[in-house]
């Protein structure tokens, strides 16, 4: 967990050198950020040794077991297909998070007013613990290795960190390919009448969005950041407000 601290830190210093240089402003991040982006070390290795056993449990209860597809494949070939399908299932679960009752705990992710790199890791529990259980559900099943999962993790955080930052650009033909950071700024911008845009749900390729049809090319106007209700400022709106309005919902 240290060394994970201390690449956190270096990553985040590099990011926040980077935003510098090219905004010339000095941007300091705030305290719920930096809660989301401790929590997210601290809890992420005891979430996966428990979702494991948990797994291996209930495949022996059920009769369902891993397939052992992924062993035999070397670390390169593991990391891209994890990238590349792991990206497939988020764009499933983003899209979904977007959708009425789960949009109450995704809404956390899209609140912000100024976009910087720390927001990438701002997310609701809720919405982090089923969109990456959903991932390693299908991780654990065709038996991709740990090394494989810690990288495709490390690129996660960093390309992350790039596409929430405010050295935002354009990929231009390769818009068509990746994600760019101007992209997913456009994923988190608001649309005229206040409207949230429902466009760009990838994190990686922007094939599943060409796919299904969500895919915006970014041009370069100025983007207005939020969504159409009220910031939830403090940690505690951020946290709380979801499942109080989730529960008035119900
Ligand atoms: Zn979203
Ligand atoms: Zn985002």
Redesign the pocket.
């Given at each position: 967990m240290i060394e994970q601290f201390k690449l956190l830190i270096i990553v985040s210093f590099l990011f926040s050198i980077a935003e510098f240089v090219k905004t010339r402003k000095l941007s300091l991040i705030s305290y719920q950020d930096c809660f989301y982006l401790i929590a997210q070390i601290i809890l992420i290795v005891p979430c996966i040794y428990y979702f494991k056993l948990f797994l291996i449990t209930s495949s022996s209860f059920i009769g369902i077991h891993p397939s052992s597809i992924m062993e035999k494949q070397s670390l390169l070939s593991q990391v891209f297909l994890m990238l590349f399908f792991g990206d497939l299932v988020s764009y499933i679960c983003?899209r979904l998070?977007?959708t009425r009752y789960l949009w109450l705990f995704?809404e956390v992710?899209?609140t912000t007013r100024k976009m910087n790199w720390a927001k990438a890791q701002v997310s609701h529990p809720i919405d982090s613990i089923l969109t990456f259980g959903t991932i390693y559900f299908f991780v654990h099943m065709f038996s991709f290795s740990l090394e494989s999962l810690a990288v495709v993790q490390l690129i996660s955080l960093i390309y992350g960190f790039l596409s929430h930052s405010k050295i935002h650009f354009r990929f231009g033909f390769f818009d068509y390919v990746f994600i760019s950071p101007t992209s997913h700024h456009l994923?988190?911008s608001l649309l005229k009448k206040n409207e949230s845009c429902h466009k760009n749900?990838s994190s990686f390729f922007s094939i599943w969005d060409i796919l299904f049809g969500t895919f915006q090319k970014p041009d370069s106007k100025p983007l207005t950041y939020g969504t159409n209700s009220r910031e939830l400022k403090t940690l505690k709106q951020q946290l709380l407000s979801p499942l109080t309005k989730f529960l008035r919902k119900n």
């Open positions: 983003h998070f977007h995704h992710h899209h994923h988190h749900f």
